[in-house]
Every structure is written in C-alpha cells, then in structure tokens.
C-alpha cells in the first residue's frame, strides 16, 4: 500500500438498525473513499455484548447496500484484513492492552463493584486505587485468578491536544480524564482501546464518524500515542437535529414523526414508505455538506466526483423531512415509464393488487406528477386493479342533488359511453359534456357520481384518461353497479 492512499471505515455496532445519522456517516466515508480512490473498510463494532441486536448486521448491510453504499473490504467482500467482526479479533486487544502493560501505560485493576460504585459517587470516575499495585504483585493476583480489568495510565497532569479537521484544535486539561477500562472483566476490549487497535491495523488514515465520539477523543489520540502508533486525521460530522429544532433526532421521537408525517428516520422504513434510494442520497449528502450555494441535486456518482471534507460544516444540520419528499419528488419525474413500473408494481402486489403492466404503463403518466413516494401510487391508482369498487350509495350523491337526480346522470353516462364508437379519451370528454348540457348541469355535477362509481373515492387521476385506460366493459360494470346500489338504497 502507497503510504499515502486514503482508506476510510465505517464502524457500525450491532445494536440497532440503519438510521439516518450512521448512514449519513456511511456515506461521507464512502464518499471521501471514492473521491480519492481510497478504500472503504466495513467493520462491525459488537463488543458491547448487552447491546446487541439479534439480526441488525444483515440487516444494516442489506440497507446500506440498497442506498448503493458499498466497501472494498469487510463481511460479505473480505479483505486483507479479516476478520471484520470485533468479537472475532479478540487476540489483537490483548495482544496490545499486555504491550501497554509492559510499557508502564497500563495496569491491572482488582476493584469490586462496590467499591467502584462508591468512589465514583465521591470522585468524577475512578480514583486510581490500583495504579500504584507493585507489577509484580499485580501479574502474580492475575495468574490466581483473580477477578480484574486493564486500565489505561492516563496523563496527570498538562493538556492533550488533538486536531481535527473541521473543528481545529480541541484541547483538554488531562486532570480531567480518569484511568478509563481497556479490558473489561470478561476478556473484551472496551470500544475505545478496539477501534483505535482495528484502525491501526487496517492502515485507517481518516476517522470521519459522527459528532458523539468527540468526547472521547482525547481517549483516543492518548492510546494511539502511548503505542506510537501515526494518528489519523480525525474528522467528528456534526449532530442531526429534528426539524424545529427540538434536540437531537432519537429513536423515540421517530414513533411521533412516523405516525404525523409519514416520515421515519431509519432506512428500512423509508424504503418500506416507497422511498427512492437516490433521493435519499441527495437528501442525507446535504445534511452537513454542500459543493456550493447554487447546486442541490447530485446522483451518488456525481457525488463521489465533487465531495470534500473541506465543505463539510461542523455546525448541527437540520433533518427536514420536506426535503426528502422535494428530491423524491423530483426523481420520481425524472424516471422513465418503465423504471417507474418496477418500483411501484412490488406495492400494487404488497396492497394485494393484481398488477397488469400493460395498463399500469398507461397509467403512469397520469400519476407521476401526483406522487412522492412509489406507495403514493397504491392510493391514487389501486382502485384500477379491483375487481369490484365497494361504495356506500349516499356517497354517490352530492351536496345538492338528490337519489333521483343521480340515477338519471348514471344512467345516461352509461347510456353515452355505451353508445361510443371510439373509446378514447377525447371522445368520452366531448360525449359527457354534450351530456352536461343536454341535462342542463354543470360537467362538475355531472362527473362526481361517476368518479365515485368508477374508483370508490372522490380524488382521482385525470377522470377521462382513466376512464379510457380501464376499457368500456369495465367502466359499464362499475357504473351499472352503482346504479343497483342507489335502487336498493331504501329497501
Ligand atoms: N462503533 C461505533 C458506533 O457504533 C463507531 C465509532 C467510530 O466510528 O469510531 O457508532
């Protein structure tokens, strides 16, 4: 490897699945990866056992696969590096935590719960208790077994600078920090001393992951420095805010923004709403990055050719869901007939409609300004696939028209579209509205029986075009079925 050639991870634990914040640090990685005909490395994080979520790393790759994220190295694509599952790479934690150990960083630490409980109601952290244990005397308690952990020696005393590239300096007094665990009790690392072993190993020259971790970055840079180890450049993405800017977006405020908006911020849902992966894309690249104050709309390819770090703000970036529909929208009219069909068609089959391409195609046009989301499309157009429209009569009759009125308009429309020789639109347009005026009513009067006998529900596309699209024999059924509905109205 070129000792220059950029190579980046994203991190995940299995502890949940993709939401809009690790997958907007997926993305920047990939993108920086690309950009710079780096690596991308994929590594699972579990080592925090009681966090773990049974099926959230097939999960978690199949979501990132389907946004079109994808690694040079890690599960499913292997590597040089392999294993790229945490649990699996236990030895190299030990293997660095004894390195520390002989060098004087580090030291076995034989304090019980009780006692850690208690001093750190008393201190901020641990008090160092064990720090001063001969080494000796120390190796010899572990070799009888005795219950411990491995600390970190952190600095007493001075500061610990550390850069980063799109907030600067960060400094921090080292009285501040404790002797943090390396190892836990039961033989795994903790997260800090993995990931900072991991990314050493797999060559990582860009830490780029989301604004939480900067806390701990001081931790970090210190382990990295006590192995002597090149620091990569670190890079902390800001935090994702909720639209109204009411904190940051969690999990349980995803249930109220799920059941006012139709929005979720887990990729799963959102593909599960009939969202574009490409609008997504567009949609989470600009949460925290922009090429300029003129461009908005970039596919994933363009992206990987314009993204920088440079650009990258470091000020919290508003999750407003608008936007997504905004770029949904305008892929979705971007997208031939036929690319518009596969992706509606699996929710035409999910609402247990019988799909019929040929027609669907026809209809299409008809809806594709209407919509946002593929599953939009099941409420605007499902009605076309029934096999019979279930309709309350009094819904066929308007505000100021009576039983009477409307039999005698549905009666005549069917009479009129019976009559029709050519059965295109233009025709069914130019023969209803003569009907109209012959009937002395309004064309509006006249077509909303029609439009609730037709599709069961008062919106609908374009009624003329769907009425030629579903066919004279179907269009008379319907009809005929609404008129036995408004006769048996009053038995
Ligand atoms: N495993 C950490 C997480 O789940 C990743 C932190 C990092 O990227 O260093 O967020």
């Known amino acids: 490897m070129s000792p220059n050639?950029?190579?980046?991870?994203?991190?995940?634990?299995?502890?949940?699945?993709?939401?809009?914040?690790?997958?907007?640090?997926?993305?920047?990685?990939?993108?920086?990866?690309?950009?710079?005909?780096?690596?991308?490395?994929?590594?699972?994080?579990?080592?925090?056992?009681?966090?773990?979520?049974?099926?959230?790393?097939?999960?978690?790759?199949?979501?990132?696969k389907w946004l079109g994220i994808t690694w040079d190295e890690g599960p499913e694509v292997g590597g040089k590096n392999e294993p790229y599952v945490q649990s699996e790479r236990l030895q190299y934690y030990q293997k660095y935590a004894t390195?520390?150990?002989?060098?004087?960083?580090?030291?076995?630490?034989?304090?019980?719960?009780?006692?850690?409980?208690?001093?750190?109601?008393?201190?901020?952290?641990?008090d160092g208790h064990c720090r001063t244990i001969d080494k000796t005397?120390?190796?010899?308690?572990?070799?009888?077994?005795?219950?411990?952990?491995?600390?970190?020696?952190?600095?007493?005393?001075?500061i610990t600078n550390v850069t980063d590239l799109i907030r600067h300096e960060i400094s921090i007094q080292n009285e501040q920090l404790d002797d943090f665990i390396l190892i836990k009790t039961d033989g795994f690392p903790v997260y800090h001393l993995a990931a900072m072993v991991d990314d050493h190993l797999m060559n990582i020259t860009h830490v780029i992951r989301g604004e939480e971790w900067l806390s701990s970055l001081p931790k970090h840079a210190l382990i990295i420095r006590a192995l002597e180890w090149n620091e990569p450049t670190w890079c902390h993405l800001s935090v994702l805010k909720q639209s109204g800017g009411k904190g940051k977006i969690s999990k349980r405020q995803n249930s109220k923004t799920q059941e006012s908006d139709k929005h979720s911020i887990f990729i799963g849902?959102?593909?599960?709403?009939?969202?574009?992966?490409?609008?997504?894309?567009?949609?989470?690249?600009?949460?925290?990055?922009?090429?300029?104050?003129?461009?908005?709309?970039?596919?994933l390819s363009e992206l990987e050719q314009v993204f920088s770090l440079k650009r990258v703000?470091?000020?919290?970036?508003?999750?407003?869901?608008?936007?997504?529909?905004h770029f949904q929208g305008k892929y979705v009219r971007s997208m031939s007939i036929s690319d518009l069909n596969c992706h509606i068609t699996p929710f035409l089959i999910k609402a247990g409609y019988h799909d019929d391409d040929s027609q669907l195609n026809q209809l299409i046009p008809l809806i594709r300004d209407r919509i946002t989301t593929f599953k939009d499309s099941v409420e605007w157009i499902g009605f076309c696939f029934k096999n019979k429209i279930e309709i309350q009569p009094i819904d066929l009759i308007s505000k100021k028209s009576t039983q009477k009125e409307t039999l005698l308009i549905l009666n005549n429309v069917q009479q009129?579209?019976?009559?029709?020789?050519?059965?295109?639109?233009?025709?069914?347009?130019?023969?209803?509205?003569?009907?109209?005026?012959?009937?002395?009513?309004?064309?509006?009067?006249?077509?909303?029986?029609?439009?609730?006998?037709?599709?069961?529900?008062?919106?609908?596309?374009?009624?003329?075009?769907?009425?030629?699209?579903l066919g004279k024999n179907k269009i008379i059924?319907?009809?005929?079925?609404?008129?036995?509905?408004?006769?048996?109205m009053n038995r």
Not at 313 to 325: H, W
Not at 421 to 446: C, Y
Request: with cysteine; aromatic share 10%.
């Open 5 to 64: 050639k950029i190579q980046v991870r994203f991190a995940p634990s299995p502890t949940g699945y993709l939401h809009i914040g690790g997958a907007r640090t997926a993305l920047y990685n990939y993108l920086y990866a690309r950009k710079h005909n780096g690596k991308m490395i994929l590594r699972i994080e579990d080592t925090d056992r009681n966090r773990f979520v049974e099926d959230s790393t097939e999960k978690l790759i199949h979501d990132l």
């Open 269 to 299: 849902d959102l593909r599960k709403k009939g969202f574009h992966p490409e609008a997504i894309i567009n949609w989470m690249a600009l949460m925290g990055w922009s090429l300029d104050d003129k461009h908005e709309d970039f596919k």
């Open 99 to 126: 390195n520390l150990l002989n060098n004087d960083k580090a030291y076995y630490c034989f304090c019980n719960k009780e006692r850690l409980d208690k001093v750190r109601s008393e201190h901020n952290g641990y």
């Open 416 to 469: 009129t579209l019976t009559n029709l020789t050519t059965f295109d639109h233009i025709s069914i347009e130019n023969s209803l509205r003569l009907l109209a005026k012959t009937l002395d009513i309004k064309v509006g009067q006249l077509l909303n029986p029609v439009r609730i006998a037709i599709s069961g529900q008062k919106v609908s596309p374009p009624l003329f075009e769907t009425i030629e699209i």
């Open 137 to 158: 005397v120390a190796y010899n308690r572990v070799q009888n077994g005795e219950k411990h952990t491995i600390r970190f020696k952190s600095p007493r005393t001075g």
């Open 477 to 488: 059924d319907r009809i005929q079925y609404a008129i036995d509905r408004l006769n048996n």
């Open 313 to 325: 703000n470091p000020s919290p970036a508003t999750v407003n869901f608008e936007k997504l529909d």
